[in-house]
């Protein structure tokens, strides 16, 4: 994965078997961006805030990991792209929890991959996710689009 703080949300691999599952883990700072401004009066970490929520970006890296386990590595000239996300958030995430993500490989076929994950915290359900992804090439020296 070649992302780096601040947007690697991943603290921790907890365990993982490739082509199985990967358990990973972040913890919750009330140093996070995304709480300064929502609910202040009440620091809950956001479930969706745009372009994506800390706890579902997260899953998707998460995934992306497991994804790279489990196939070929990526060639340079290749990315990850997170196709479909859906979400079920259960109850609210606060600074100071650390969040576990179990993540398992539904399917893997060919360059595409779907997965889910059990959210938790201290053994407690906050989320849920299934999502799909594939591997695509890019053109490094391609037009940008903006």
Known sequence: ?????????????????????????????????????????????????????????????????LYQLSSAPLADDEVTLVGTVKSRFLAPVVPGDQVVLDVRADRLSGHTFTFSAAVTVEGRSVAGFRGAMSRAKVDPAGARPW
Do not use: K, Y
């Open 1 to 65: 994965m070649r992302g780096r703080h601040p947007r690697l949300f991943i603290d921790r691999v907890l365990d993982h078997e490739p082509g199985v599952f990967l358990r990973s883990m972040f913890a919750v700072s009330a140093e996070m961006g995304a709480l300064s401004g929502h609910l202040p009066e009440r620091g809950l970490t956001p479930g969706v805030i745009l372009p994506g929520s800390h706890t579902m970006q997260a899953f998707a890296q998460s995934g992306v990991l």
